[in-house]
């Protein structure tokens, strides 16, 4: 019996995939391109945050959703989450010295030596606190790992090194791949957490992988905040000119090159310099509401029916320059990320014909303030709580090119999951290679809002093609993507154009549809592995309680707990049993 629904299921994913019957509901490209022409166009403004763009993208998204007969799964019975936000911008007369206990402080320029923002989100405000240089700043448990051996950052201003210690070791910060310990943005939560005033991140072009000029640009205007929850925040977040790291040590008598040397090393000791930071910061604070569009299918099966996958894509870009000539001061934002839009959409076109409705609910989430800092999607983390079906799962959608037929996709952080050997079989059946990331090093598992619920503890990960299209060599399809890097990412040049193939965001739709329909009929939800970065978080996660009910037990109106769990563990392909027997127990203990 059990085999012939195997068999019955692959059959039917394999249709659906293959000819895209009109039985069987499949992700048409033609529907993808015209999504993508709409949400790309002039109209649309580049779906700037704030801007009348991306509120018209918003309601595009939220009456398609509508049309497709999904449930509304935002506020109030709506389609939007209020997403309160804020923009600082920091004002030429900031001033940032260095003031050493003897000897002339010295005075930097704003934006050529330092970059910062008022992460407190104040009009104005005043640091005068010494500086600890504090190695790499990172408390890492698992690699028993820790920059502060106990040293109170309180009231003080951090100064570190961006990324992580050198490691060729795959069970030391995951060897040459970069681990969330080694980005900039936890950098700047560690230390906020510690109680710090400021951070000044040490900038060095071959650990940030990007030049000065690159920094100063996406800082020199308002950045976006969600607005203050409580989160620890710094006053002054900021990043500083290696050169000027050089001078600064220098007061001590101190070598950078060697103190980078030093924080390689488990025994680094934070240090305290003879100098101080007086800073005066000054900003423009401007609160404003940006939504995220949320839509669902609700699950069959009254015991899991709480539990939902959720597809995610961003739909906001850059918006329209209006200090810049017409005609050239849209950012289109047609691959990043009306692509993902016209994908998730498309799903949620599919999963609606779907019948019958999978056990578990389908959840869809077109996120905002994508290109601020995954700001969308971590406030969607952030209060999942509030959302009708807790998610299990979550597969992102990001630039997904164009390009015609892969033979390729990707799905970076798939295979840190218990959920990975699904994906290798459904990659399978759809004839798709898995391309492993080519540079785990850039750390580009953190760049996109699958990693704002990673984060808090959902498996998830994007789903993309890999470079391998058919009737191309592997080049092309790098040479395609250099194309794109090079001359439209992130520019008003990246625009709808009627020769886009859509085919390949087809297959990727067709494949997240059977990723989902294996997670939302699955006995066992998906769980990190153990030992993976995310797995304390699953663990805290699926110990809580959502309106004092837990979301996460196995049915029980089948079995007795005992057995519903022996069964999600022996029949989920988890490679690790007793991870699942573990998480099991703390879901018990949640109840
Ligand atoms: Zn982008």
Partial sequence: MRRRLTCFAFLATALTAIVGSALLPSVDPEKVRAHVKYLASDELEGRGMN??????AAQYIADQFKSYGLKPAGDNGTYFQQVPMVGVQTLPETTFSLVPNSGAPVLLKNL??????NERQTASAEIDAPIVFVGFGITAPEYQWDDYKGFDLKGKVALLFVSEPVSDDPDFFKGKALTYYGRWTYKFEETARRGAVAT???????LASYGWGVVRNSWGGEKSFLKLDGTPKLTAASWIQLEVAR??????????????????????????LPVKLKAHIASVVRPFDSRNVLAMLEGSDSAKKSQSVLYTAHYDHFGIDKSKPAGANIYHGAVDNATGCGILLELGRVWAATKPAPPRSILFAAVTAEEQGLLGSEFLGKHRAQLPVQPILDLNYDAVAPLGEPEEVQVSGAERTSFYPTVEEIAKQFQLTIRPDARPEAGHYYRSDHFSLGRV??????ISEGMKFKGHDTKWGEAQAKDYVDNRYHQPSDEYKP???????AVMGDFGYALGQKAASAPAIP????????????????SSKIRGASFWRPSRSHTSPTDADSESCASQTNPDGRECWSASRSLQRGK
């Fill in 527 to 542: 769980l990190w592995l153990p030992g993976d970065e995310f797995a304390p978080a699953q663990k805290k996660l699926l």
């Fill in 200 to 206: 000044l991140i040490i900038h060095r072009t071959d």
């Fill in 112 to 117: 050529d030596d330092y970059v910062t923002t």
């Fill in 499 to 505: 020769e886009m193939d859509f085919r390949g965001d």
């Fill in 247 to 272: 001078k600064l040590v220098a007061m001590d008598g101190l070598d950078l090159d060697k103190l980078f040397e030093q924080s390689q090393s488990r025994a680094f000791k934070p240090i305290e």
């Fill in 457 to 462: 503890g959902i498996p998830a990960f994007s």
């Fill in 51 to 56: 801007q009348k763009g991306s509120d018209l």
